[in-house]
């Protein structure tokens, strides 16, 4: 997991929740999306398989997305996934 950058102290945050992904105020760690996507492609990828629990039904749909038979086309491709966060200028 690449870690975001610590992100700009905003005025008016609740400074009592703090997220150890971005570095910064505003949420906790527990809710935050961007860590939670993140998270989601290592799972994708199979790097976090012994996490996860065998009938997770996520689990089971990641994982046969993963297994697909890789046709010759298909090998000479390159997909890198990635998660994108869209945020409110306040």
């Known amino acids: ?3 975001s950058k610590q ?14 992904y971005h570095r910064s105020y505003g949420h906790v760690t527990e809710d935050c999306v ?3 996507d993140a998270i989601k492609i290592l799972i994708q990828k199979g790097y ?4 996860v629990k065998e009938g997770d039904r996520e689990t089971n749909e990641a994982q046969m997305a993963i297994d697909v038979p890789v ?3 298909e090998e000479n491709r390159t997909v890198v996934p ?9």
């Open 1 to 3: 997991i690449r870690f």
């Open 7 to 20: 992100l700009p102290v905003k005025p008016n945050v609740d400074r009592t929740k703090y997220c150890r």
């Open 34 to 36: 961007h860590l939670k």
């Open 48 to 51: 976090a398989r012994k996490y």
């Open 71 to 73: 046709t010759d086309d």
């Open 82 to 90: 990635t998660a994108f966060a869209i945020t409110r200028l306040d």
